[in-house]
């Protein structure tokens, strides 16, 4: 009886939830994987930028080696020092008084955005209330509501779909969580009009759109959302869960757009790139206090106190050790310097491929998109009907041996690991300009 192959087994035994592209990977080092076969390709999908210093790298080997002989798990009603000392690196890299809560994903690191804001609302006294003491302890004046925008990515649990600003995430799952509310990216009008609603008790936005195909907020746009908060007494959230903690050339990727730390939100969630391809998210939540309906205040970083929320695996003694190591690897070795560095090259080295098959090249440090002209299918030969040009374009790079990751209809994500060579920048764009000739010259 034959061995079943990868792909039989997956048929078999695993629930049909991604569309997966047919390829058995084996291993990796550095920016590089191959698969069953031996095939060599460029990784610039990196796990959707999660393996932020490239696949296997010796320090961060070497460290959770050493934890994996001492500790792996405990449970959170404990004190461990590897998840300890990562909470005290994360507050120094966001450069803000605050507290950190870990879990196992950027979904779940919304979650956690969510029911601060939940919390924030229910129990906060709203600013400047007109409420008496006894109305507001009896609801009328309690908020919920979260604005988010139209675009967004936030995950795929039920909250997730429900604050994510794109239909297709939606369908099939409705009802949808109430609460939230969408307006359109970098409108502020719109974003103005909506705070004003009753109810309303946080922003929440992504300072990059990573999914819909890397769309950056505008300086003026952060800057009037803290302003709005402020005024308003919201709290603002920022989803960093693809942007942060390095990608952009900066720790935190809203102080590259703004150029300096002239805004601070409220709460941050974090995780893919955090341990380097360890399952683990985090949210922070600054230490603004927050006046209580039952009286006193407390700070917004101890709002959510023992019971409210909680998780099993979250910051487990060996995936803090690495991330604690993979946060050490980026600040010691200039990963945020080569980020930034890079990532100008490749955006540079994009635009002067000069394709017809390309309408726009864009990004920031090393989170790039490539945005394909409208009518891609009329240009190309072979188009397979109802295939979306970028999947066609991504599995086409797969054959010349690069990875990539389709944003959308129309557009490709390159989202290399932060240490990432000029010289395999340059082989990439070299295998994007051959596979683009090529589908040009096959008409």
């Known amino acids: 009886m034959s061995t079943p192959t990868t792909r039989e087994l997956y048929d078999r035994y695993v629930i049909p939830t991604y569309g997966r592209f047919d390829l058995r990977l084996a291993r990796g080092q550095g920016s590089v994987v191959w698969d069953e076969d031996g095939k060599r390709y460029l990784d610039f999908g990196a796990g959707i930028a999660v393996t932020s210093i490239g696949h296997c790298h010796p320090r961060v080997l070497a460290a959770m080696r050493a934890q994996l002989g001492t500790l792996v798990h405990t449970s959170n009603l404990y004190y461990t020092r590897p998840q300890a000392e990562l909470a005290e690196r ?28 939940r919390k924030f609302g229910n129990e906060g006294v709203p600013p400047e209330s007109k409420h ?28 997730g779909i429900a604050a994510t600003g794109q239909e297709k995430v939606k369908k099939g799952f409705e009802p949808m969580v109430p609460g939230f509310q969408h307006v359109p990216f970098n409108d502020g009008p719109a974003l103005l009009a909506a705070v004003q609603e009753p109810g309303v008790v946080a922003i929440l936005l992504e300072p990059i759109q990573g999914e819909r195909g890397v769309h950056p907020a505008s300086a003026a746009f952060l800057k009037l959302a803290r302003e709005l908060c402020d005024r308003h007494g919201l709290l603002l959230m920022f989803d960093e869960v693809q942007c942060g903690l390095g990608r952009t050339g900066d720790w935190c990727g809203w102080k590259t757009l703004l150029g300096d730390a002239s805004v601070m939100p409220d709460a941050v969630s974090w995780a893919k790139g955090i341990a380097g391809g360890f399952p683990l998210g985090a949210m922070w939540a600054s230490d603004r206090l927050v006046t209580l309906k039952a009286g ?7 709002l959510l106190g023992p019971g409210s929320h909680g998780t099993t695996f979250g910051g487990t003694p060996l995936v803090s050790a690495g991330a604690n190591e993979v946060l050490a690897v980026i600040e010691e070795e200039g990963m945020l310097e080569n980020a930034r560095a890079l990532g100008a090259h490749a955006l540079a080295a994009l635009r002067a491929l000069g394709s017809p098959l390309i309408a726009d090249v864009r990004g920031v440090g090393l989170i790039l998109a490539c945005e394909l002209v409208p009518d891609f299918a009329t240009r190309v030969f ?21 990875l990539t ?25 070299e295998l994007l300009r051959v596979t683009l000739e090529r589908l040009t010259l096959a008409r």
């Not at 006193?296 to 101890?302: F, I, P, S, Y």
């Not at 209809?409 to 764009?429: G, K, M, Q």
């Open 382 to 402: 072979t188009l397979p009907d109802g295939k979306a040009p970028a999947l066609f374009l991504v599995e086409a790079l797969h054959a010349a041996g690069l």
């Open 405 to 429: 990751v389709p944003s959308g209809t129309h557009a490709i994500r390159w989202l290399p690991p932060l240490n990432v060579s000029r010289e395999e920048i340059d082989e990439a764009v």
């Open 296 to 302: 006193g205040t407390v700070a917004l970083c101890d």
């Open 132 to 159: 008496t003491v006894g109305e507001i302890i009896a609801g009328p004046a309690c908020r919920t509501g979260i604005i988010a925008m139209d675009g967004s990515f936030h995950g795929r649990t039920l909250a």
């Open 90 to 117: 994360l507050v120094r890299l966001i450069g803000a008084p605050g507290k950190v809560f870990f879990c196992n994903s950027g979904a779940e690191a919304n979650e956690a955005l969510y029911k601060l804001a």
